[in-house]
């Protein structure tokens, strides 16, 4: 995206993403221009000098747990995808023990800490699309509900069923967040979105999602030069 920089990374371990391959990454995005006003690194660290720099974009690597507070106020649109799966494969070892709600907790704690921190670095006018499950999506909505206008979940169609059984797994969830600022988009588009994924010869990042579904988000949500 013209006029984009990319900051990645990984949720779980807070391993700079890119360094080598991982399962969970975040991606902030603001303006060259923003980046210039703050100088040569938005935490002011040799750590998070710039690792890739044209006319059009600068990119960093650097944990977003630390570059997200930096940003307060500045990015216009987030696209993330943090580790989301459900922490239950203890279940199998409990024996007649049955499972609870409780069990989620740690997932709870972790979505509160995130949607905050997301909240907090993008514009008045801002929006956010996370990427999550069936499952997750729950837990996600309630820790977000008091804080952001709205919520909603869209239906990513991956177009070729894969895992499980019975029901085979073919859709991702992404919710969808807006601050109370966050500008009505005229569009006559459905929340059924419809991209192939990526085959699983052809990716660079053991989750990695379709461009095109990347830039159908971006797209939406911001304007040029943002």
Known sequence: IEGQATFSGDERRGIPWGRQRQTDNTKIMITTQQ????GESPLGSPSCSPFFRDDAVTLYHGDCREILPSLKGQVDCVVTDPPYFLPAAHYSVRGETSKSIGDLSILEYYFRGLLREIFDCLTPEGVAYVFCDGQSYPIFHRV?????????????????????????????????CEKDGSPKVPTGDGDVIRENAVKVADREHLAEKPSKLIMRLIQKSTKEGQ
């Open 35 to 38: 980046l210039e006003q703050q």
């Open 144 to 176: 977000g509900y008091s804080q952001w206008k709205r919520i909603r979940p869209l239906i990513w169609d991956k177009g070729t069923s894969v895992n499980g059984y019975a029901w085979r797994h073919q859709h991702e969830l992404i919710a969808y």
